[in-house]
Structure formats: C-alpha cells, structure tokens
C-alpha cells in the first residue's frame, strides 16, 4: 500500500478556491483508531461554515483561529476497514462501515474511533450509506430525543426537501406522525413523495400564518421569527431549532426558556451527537427501506469545490454526494 494519497485540502480559510486536490501522506491509525478506504462522503452546511472559518466562533471553539486545524474537511464517510489499530476489538480489516467520523473524509483514506462507525448493510450502497452521517444523526435526534415524537402527533418540517429534512419527514412518518412538510415548489414532488401528509409550499402560504397549529415543529430552515412560529405551535408543544440561523441562534439560546416559559411551549436547540447504537438504527431503517438517501448530484473526489460551491446556494435537494474511487 503506498504511503500516499489523493485528497482535496484546504489550508487556509476561504470559499472553495482555496482548495486543492493534490497528494498528501496517507494517514497512519494509532492503537485506538482504524484506517478506511473510502468509497464515499458527502458534503454538509457543516463543511463550508468551516472551510470559509465563519462565522468567526467556529475559528476560536474548534477550528484553529488563524489557518484550519485540519486540512482536510469532510465528515460523513463509508468505506471498507483497510488497517486497524492494536486495541481494536468492534471491527476488522474488510468490515464495510459507514458513520460520521468529524473531519478528514475528502479523501482516498481517513482514520477513525471506531465509536464514529457502524457497519454498512451489505443492501445498502457506499453512496446511500455515505450521504447520512450528520444528516440522518441530526434527524434522528431531533425527533426522536429533542421533540419526543409520538404516533398521532401533527409534525411540521420547515425545510424538508434539505439533507436533514428529507429524513426527517420520513423518519417521522415511520414514528407514525402526521407529517406536513414546508419546502419551495420545485420539490413539493418530492416532499410528498417522501410520504408527508401535506405540503405547504412556502411561496404560496406562510405556515405561521394560517391558523394551523402543530405539536412539534422541526425547523431546518430558521427563517422564522420566535414571535410568528410560536402562533404556529400547539398549547402544548416543542419548537426544535436546527437550521443555522445565528440570530435565531443567539435568540433562542439567551432567551428561548424564558419566552416560552409561561405558555407550555418549549423551544430544544442542540447539535447532533454521533451515537453508535443510531449509527445501528440508521443503518437498519436503510435496509428494510424505511428511509432511504435522497441525492441529488454525485460528485467525483476532484470535484468536491463544485460540490461545495453548490451546496452553498442552498438549493440541494436531499444529499450532496462525493463518490472516492
């Protein structure tokens, strides 16, 4: 195996001009870690807040202030195991596992805690499983920890035709809620499609505004105010904050508990955690086809700056794919 390897780097912060698709070192696993071949990744909001360093608190909580920790960006992955380290008990060198391992994924290789994988279904493809990293975790968890979704209850997914949204409206469904999604009109195809009850195109009708109520509202999109989406929320409901907003953000954060405190309304605003055992619940939903990978282009490694310069307009329908050969 050579020592070498094919990746797309950003050594500096800026938009996707800045990187370059050249050879580095091939990365090393230590005891703890396992080395992947990788067959696929995708690109997230989460990869070009980072790569332009923006805004700045990302630089100073994780980032590096001056110039990127990693030069390599790119969370989600699957792949094959091609090497594990000495203490490695959870996988093998051939197991195919997929999950959402933080950084190093726009490339041939990326080491990784084997607490950040599960293994890929053998009916699931490298792309399918490669795509739902952050976004399927993020879905997950906001329904079903954040919100508590229960049968019967009338959710709503602003931004349901998104990376995020497109698992949400169908994991919520497989929970037995009823679903309405809010998207533009060019996907109100595909939002249905995806098995939402309704869909509310968000051109022609405002959600806050039309006198229906919802006991969770999910919110990819956070382009709301607190004031207008809280009319929108039943007596007794949840307002889940996801889409990045740093108004809303900031809003909700220092005040959210205190708005909603006398009113039996509650406002969740979290980040997704990679959990092993919903890497697991993931992987099953994508093989009994519950759920499934909505993407809407495919990408080769060497082109990940066009993938990431795409997914900045923020018209990607579902998932955004880099398929590695």
Request: glycine fraction near 10%; include cysteine; proline fraction near 4%.
């Given at each position: 195996?050579?020592?070498?390897?094919?990746?797309?780097?950003?050594?500096?912060?800026?938009?996707?001009?800045?990187?370059?698709?050249?050879?580095?070192?091939?990365?090393?696993?230590?005891?703890?870690?396992?080395?992947?071949?990788?067959?696929?990744?995708?690109?997230?909001?989460?990869?070009?807040?980072?790569?332009?360093?923006?805004?700045?608190?990302?630089?100073?909580?994780?980032?590096g202030l001056m110039k990127p920790k990693n030069?390599?960006?790119?969370?989600?992955?699957?792949?094959?195991?091609?090497?594990?380290?000495?203490?490695?008990?959870?996988?093998?060198?051939?197991?195919?596992?997929?999950?959402?391992?933080?950084?190093?994924?726009?490339?041939?290789?990326?080491?990784?805690?084997?607490?950040?994988l599960a293994l890929k279904p053998v009916k699931?493809?490298?792309?399918?499983?490669?795509?739902?990293?952050?976004?399927?975790?993020?879905?997950?968890?906001?329904?079903?920890?954040?919100?508590?979704?229960?049968?019967?209850?009338?959710?709503?997914?602003?931004?349901?035709?998104?990376?995020?949204?497109?698992?949400?409206?169908?994991?919520?469904?497989?929970?037995?809620?009823?679903?309405?999604?809010?998207?533009?009109?060019?996907?109100?195809?595909?939002?249905?499609?995806?098995?939402?009850?309704?869909?509310?195109?968000?051109?022609?009708?405002?959600?806050?505004?039309?006198?229906?109520?919802?006991?969770?509202?999910?919110?990819?999109?956070?382009?709301?105010?607190?004031?207008?989406?809280?009319?929108?929320?039943?007596?007794?409901?949840?307002?889940?904050?996801?889409?990045?907003?740093?108004?809303?953000?900031?809003?909700g954060g220092l005040f959210g508990r205190w708005?909603?405190?006398?009113?039996?309304?509650?406002?969740?605003?979290?980040?997704?955690?990679?959990?092993?055992?919903?890497?697991?619940?993931?992987?099953?939903?994508?093989?009994?086809?519950?759920?499934?990978?909505?993407?809407?282009?495919?990408?080769?490694?060497?082109?990940?700056?066009?993938?990431?310069?795409?997914?900045?307009?923020?018209?990607?329908?579902?998932?955004?794919?880099?398929?590695?050969?």
């Amino acid at each position: 195996m050579s020592d070498m390897m094919q990746a797309v780097t950003s050594r500096t912060y800026g938009g996707p001009e800045v990187m370059k698709f050249e050879q580095i070192a091939r990365p090393v696993p230590n005891a703890e870690q396992v080395l992947i071949k990788i067959a696929a990744t995708s690109v997230n909001p989460y990869d070009w807040h980072f790569l332009r360093g923006k805004p700045f608190f990302i630089r100073l909580a994780a980032s590096g202030l001056m110039k990127p920790k990693n030069a390599v960006l790119g969370a989600d992955v699957s792949g094959t195991v091609e090497a594990v380290g000495a203490n490695v008990t959870l996988f093998k060198v051939g197991d195919e596992v997929f999950g959402d391992v933080g950084a190093g994924t726009f490339a041939q290789y990326t080491v990784a805690d084997p607490s950040k994988l599960a293994l890929k279904p053998v009916k699931v493809s490298h792309i399918d499983a490669g795509v739902v990293g952050i976004a399927g975790l993020t879905a997950l968890q906001a329904l079903r920890d954040w919100a508590e979704v229960k049968a019967g209850q009338k959710v709503l997914i602003n931004g349901a035709s998104g990376g995020v949204g497109t698992y949400a409206v169908q994991i919520a469904k497989a929970y037995g809620a009823e679903v309405t999604g809010v998207c533009s009109t060019q996907n109100v195809a595909l939002v249905r499609g995806l098995g939402a009850d309704h869909v509310i195109d968000y051109k022609k009708e405002d959600f806050t505004d039309n006198g229906q109520t919802y006991d969770v509202i999910i919110d990819l999109a956070a382009n709301r105010s607190i004031a207008d989406t809280k009319r929108a929320m039943a007596p007794m409901s949840r307002w889940v904050l996801v889409g990045f907003n740093l108004k809303n953000m900031l809003m909700g954060g220092l005040f959210g508990r205190w708005l909603f405190s006398d009113s039996g309304k509650a406002f969740v605003l979290k980040v997704a955690e990679v959990v092993p055992d919903d890497l697991t619940i993931l992987a099953e939903m994508l093989a009994s086809g519950q759920i499934r990978s909505v993407i809407d282009r495919t990408y080769p490694l060497k082109d990940t700056p066009i993938a990431i310069e795409y997914i900045e307009t923020m018209r990607a329908k579902g998932k955004v794919a880099i398929e590695v050969s």
